[in-house]
């Protein structure tokens, strides 16, 4: 399981998605063994399956430790540290996933100059070393000023590393998807009131812009593989024209408002992956 520092504002929807997959297992002939992640990092864990949502460094090393000498771990220990944000954009600038302009930086710099340059004014500044466990992780700047006044505070928190993605207008978008499976779930935060931090009221109010969702469908799977993912969710921004941009992405989020249907998949997702495993 997650521990509760990773799952700010949403302790119980981790804990529900994550007893429904296992039971969703076990209701197709599997054995599970439920640890919290302090118990996964204590013991020595024989289980030849690992299903996870880890989240703490000792646990993500941990993981690595383990599928490198031959475990099916699902999601991947390098796929969760590649869901941190400085190497999340790295890996979807990279490969050409639609993603906001961005510049990663040391907290301790003078980034105004740069900014101009780049031609932000209203951007989002965003902890570059690791999920966001904190509001104050993930912060929205109105202006180039107040965006080095929040980099600041940053390097004074101890966060030496950020990255600072220009600001999107349109509807922003949460979706939820599993690898290898058609579930693909997406939805307009604001309007259904599901928020984590509050940040949702920036973009405010969805205007409904039609978009194609099976090319964001197509686009988050693409995603997935690249990052090494099977189970994740994310944000997008769907602009005037319909193109979208992907503002997030996670591995294993809540699948708080589509828990039923998301299990089911998780569930079907892991048997494929070890019928793959023990194939090969």
């Given at each position: 399981m997650?521990a509760g520092?990773y799952?700010p504002?949403h302790?119980?929807?981790?804990a529900?998605i994550?007893?429904?997959?296992?039971?969703q297992?076990?209701?197709?002939?599997?054995?599970?063994?439920v640890?919290?992640?302090q118990?996964?990092?204590?013991?020595?864990i024989?289980?030849?399956?690992?299903?996870?949502?880890?989240?703490?460094q000792?646990?993500?090393s941990?993981?690595?430790?383990?599928e490198d000498?031959g475990r099916?771990v699902?999601?991947?220990?390098?796929?969760?540290q590649n869901?941190?944000?400085?190497?999340?954009?790295?890996?979807?600038?990279?490969n050409?996933?639609?993603y906001?302009?961005?510049?990663?930086v040391?907290?301790?710099e003078?980034?105004?100059?740069a900014?101009?340059?780049?031609?932000?004014?209203s951007?989002w500044?965003k902890?570059g070393?690791?999920?966001?466990?904190?509001k104050e992780d993930?912060?929205y700047?109105?202006h180039i000023?107040?965006?080095?006044?929040v980099l600041?505070?940053y390097f004074?928190?101890g966060?030496?590393?950020a990255v600072?993605n220009?600001h999107?207008?349109?509807?922003?978008?949460?979706?939820?998807?599993?690898?290898g499976?058609?579930f693909f779930?997406?939805?307009?935060?604001y309007?259904?009131g599901?928020?984590?931090y509050?940040?949702e009221a920036?973009?405010?109010?969805?205007?409904?812009i039609?978009?194609d969702?099976?090319?964001?469908?197509?686009?988050c799977?693409?995603a997935?593989e690249?990052m090494?993912v099977?189970?994740y969710g994310?944000?997008?921004?769907i602009a005037?024209?319909g193109?979208?941009?992907?503002?997030?992405?996670?591995?294993?989020?809540?699948?708080a408002?589509?828990r039923?249907e998301?299990?089911?998949?998780i569930?079907?997702c892991v048997?494929?992956?070890?019928?793959?495993?023990?194939?090969?």
């Amino acid at each position: 399981m997650r521990a509760g520092a990773y799952s700010p504002n949403h302790i119980g929807n981790d804990a529900a998605i994550f007893n429904a997959a296992a039971d969703q297992l076990r209701k197709r002939g599997c054995e599970v063994v439920v640890y919290s992640e302090q118990q996964f990092n204590d013991s020595d864990i024989r289980e030849e399956v690992i299903l996870n949502m880890c989240r703490e460094q000792e646990s993500i090393s941990k993981l690595i430790s383990l599928e490198d000498r031959g475990r099916l771990v699902i999601n991947s220990g390098h796929g969760i540290q590649n869901c941190t944000r400085e190497r999340m954009t790295r890996i979807l600038l990279a490969n050409g996933i639609p993603y906001p302009d961005s510049l990663m930086v040391n907290t301790n710099e003078d980034v105004r100059g740069a900014l101009r340059e780049a031609g932000f004014t209203s951007c989002w500044i965003k902890r570059g070393d690791f999920h966001a466990m904190h509001k104050e992780d993930v912060s929205y700047c109105r202006h180039i000023e107040e965006a080095q006044d929040v980099l600041h505070e940053y390097f004074y928190r101890g966060i030496k590393r950020a990255v600072i993605n220009r600001h999107l207008v349109g509807d922003l978008v949460k979706f939820y998807g599993v690898s290898g499976q058609p579930f693909f779930h997406w939805f307009y935060p604001y309007d259904e009131g599901h928020s984590k931090y509050g940040y949702e009221a920036v973009n405010g109010k969805s205007q409904g812009i039609p978009f194609d969702a099976d090319a964001l469908h197509a686009t988050c799977q693409r995603a997935a593989e690249i990052m090494d993912v099977r189970i994740y969710g994310g944000d997008c921004i769907i602009a005037a024209d319909g193109s979208f941009q992907i503002i997030d992405f996670n591995d294993w989020p809540s699948f708080a408002p589509c828990r039923a249907e998301g299990s089911v998949a998780i569930a079907k997702c892991v048997l494929k992956a070890i019928r793959e495993w023990k194939k090969n």
